[in-house]
Each structure stands twice: as C-alpha cells, then as structure tokens.
C-alpha cells in the first residue's frame, strides 16, 4: 500500500526526520544541563587472562545518570556527544573520574590491575587533548602506566597519519594504547604495523560468532596470529560463554571480557571483589 502512493510515503518519512531531529534537540539541550551537573557515573568490567582467569584489569565504561537514577547506556548519548563536541568535556570528566578512582584503590590497596579508559576521535583530534590528559596526570598523581587508553579501529582510519602522531605523543607519556573493536573497520595491514599501540581488541561480533560459524573463528584466529606477530596483545571482548573462551584459548588469545566473567559494575562492586579475590578468580580456572 505504501508504494502506491509514493507522496504519502515522502510525508511519513518527513514527519519521522522531523521527530527524530526534534528529539536530537531535546537529546543534546539534557545532555548539556548533565555536563555541567556532571551526571555521569563509571562503571568497571573486569578483564582476565585466558590461561587461567586472573583479574588482569578493568574497563571503564560511562554511564549518564538521570535525575530519577536511571542510567542511560553510552550507545544511547555518545553518538550525540560526538556530534556537538561534547564528548570532550565528558571524556575529560570520564578520565578524570578514572584517574580518581586510582589513586582510590591504591590507596585502599586493592590489586586491580590497569584499567581502560574509551577515547573517542574526537578527543584524540581536539588539539588540547595531549595538555589536557597531562594535566589530569599531574593533578592526580596516576602512573600513566596503569591506564589504557582505547581507541576504536574506525576513528583510527579516519586519519591514520593524524592519529599515528597523536598516539605516538601518548605513548610517549607512558600510556599503554589499544585499538578498539577491530576487524569492522577497513584498516590495512600496513597502518596496524604503524599505529604504535600495545593491544588489539577483537569486535564482539566475531567473538559472539566464533563457535557458530568458520568465517568469524578463521578470522579471530588470523588476528591473533598477526597480532601477535606484530608484537601486540589480544584482547576478547563480549565472551558470554565458556565454549567460547576455549575456543579462543586453543586459537591463543591472551585476554577476554565478557558476561561470562562479569557484567559492567559501579565501583562499590569491584570494591568488595577485590576484597575477596579469589571468588572472581575461580570462574575460568
Ligand atoms: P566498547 O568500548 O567496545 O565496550 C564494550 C561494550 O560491550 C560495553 O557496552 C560492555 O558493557 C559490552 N559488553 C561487555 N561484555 C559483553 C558481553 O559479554 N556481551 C554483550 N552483549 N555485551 C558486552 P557499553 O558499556 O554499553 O558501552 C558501549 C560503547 O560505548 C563502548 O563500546 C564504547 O565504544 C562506548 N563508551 C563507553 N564508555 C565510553 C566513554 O567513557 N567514552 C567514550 N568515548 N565512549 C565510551
Ligand atoms: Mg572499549
Ligand atoms: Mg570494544
Ligand atoms: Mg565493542
């Protein structure tokens, strides 16, 4: 019936741009009032070793937390905030709760590991990024070592020479680096071999594939093997199954992340694991 009469189509496909574009609007003018009130939170997924299912780090991850509690998942609001450039002033608050929150754990002992910080391009390519990361480093006092900064495969390709700089600059500092959800975008062997980063995350999608179909198990098998050819480390994300985490065991992956360990948490929860470690642990031994 919709194709019969193309005019009616236009009209509804108009009516939805409109509402979309109006709940941009609305989107962006909320997002503003929690930048300013700094409503976000983070949240941490641990990471292990796939030898034997050690606690090798966390990954922070943010959360927007609506006057009501609720919180809103970051697929929900970093598209928008990368859009209107906010996401700078939140990836500085994100860093700077991370930073935080180490000198925290030290302080309180806890052997957590490093943690992960997700950076968008549009960070990366804000010309004060570099200054403002130093200055979130001198202020906390955090060894840049216990940080990783994340940086996804697709940003990276944006401007692979421009990026090469910057995460050259940052590693210079003493981050360590890693290339986020790799193997959707289209990089070339040739930038991996340059881009000077520590670690490959491999994309859940071919994780989430890898017992069901050849293609995505030959393709994380090649990752690793380039991977670690090239010196990098190998990192699973979204490994919800045990079957999985054997598999990628057999193909010699390093690390993974997942459900299957533990689901994002607030700090309290990473807290109270780390007082008692060895239940978190045991899971993958
Ligand atoms: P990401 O960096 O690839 O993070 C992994 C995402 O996968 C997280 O979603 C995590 O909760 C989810 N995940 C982890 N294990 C599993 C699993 O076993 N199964 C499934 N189905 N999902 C799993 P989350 O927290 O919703 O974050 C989504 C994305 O938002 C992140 O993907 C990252 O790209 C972005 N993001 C999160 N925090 C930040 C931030 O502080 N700054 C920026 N720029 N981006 C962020
Ligand atoms: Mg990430
Ligand atoms: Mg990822
Ligand atoms: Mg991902």
């Known amino acids: 019936a919709a194709k019969a009469n193309p005019h009616r189509r236009t009209e509804f496909y108009r009516t939805e741009l409109c509402e979309q574009a109006e709940r941009q609007v609305a989107l962006t ?18 990471k292990h070793a796939v030898d034997d299912g050690r606690l090798t780090g966390y990954e922070a ?26 996401i700078v002033e939140i990836g500085r608050w994100m860093l700077g709760e991370v930073c935080r929150q180490i000198t925290e754990w030290r302080r309180l002992g806890y052997a957590f590991g490093r943690v992960s910080v997700n950076i968008s391009g549009r960070q990366l390519t804000d010309p004060e990024f570099v200054t403002t990361v130093a200055e979130i480093i001198g202020r906390t006092g955090v060894d840049p070592s216990d940080l990783e900064l994340e940086i996804t495969e697709s940003w990276l390709m944006v401007d692979p ?43 859940r999608s071919f994780v989430r594939d890898i017992l069901t179909d050849r293609d995505s198990q030959a393709i994380v098998s090649a990752i690793i093997a380039m991977g670690h050819n090239l010196g990098r ?42 007082r008692m470690p060895l239940r978190q642990e045991a899971v993958a031994s």
Not at 38 to 44: E, G, N, V
Not at 69 to 74: R, Y
């Open 61 to 86: 991850l943010i959360r927007w937390q609506l006057d009501d509690g609720v919180l809103v998942s970051p697929a929900q609001f970093i598209p928008v905030a990368e859009e209107t450039g906010l």
């Open 161 to 203: 020479e421009r990026s090469t700089e910057i995460l050259q600059a940052l590693r210079g500092m003493g981050f360590k680096l890693s290339i986020d959800d790799f193997g959707i975008a289209y990089s070339s062997m040739n930038y991996l071999k340059h881009f000077p980063v520590d670690i490959i995350k491999v994309d």
């Open 233 to 274: 480390e190998i990192v699973a994300e979204g490994v919800e199954t045990r079957g999985q985490l054997d598999m990628l065991r057999s193909a010699g992956c390093d690390e993974a992340q997942g459900y299957l360990f533990s689901r994002p948490v607030p700090p309290e929860d990473v807290e109270r694991a780390r």
């Open 29 to 46: 003018k909320l997002l503003r009032k929690a930048v300013s009130r700094h409503q976000f939170r983070a949240y941490y997924q641990s």
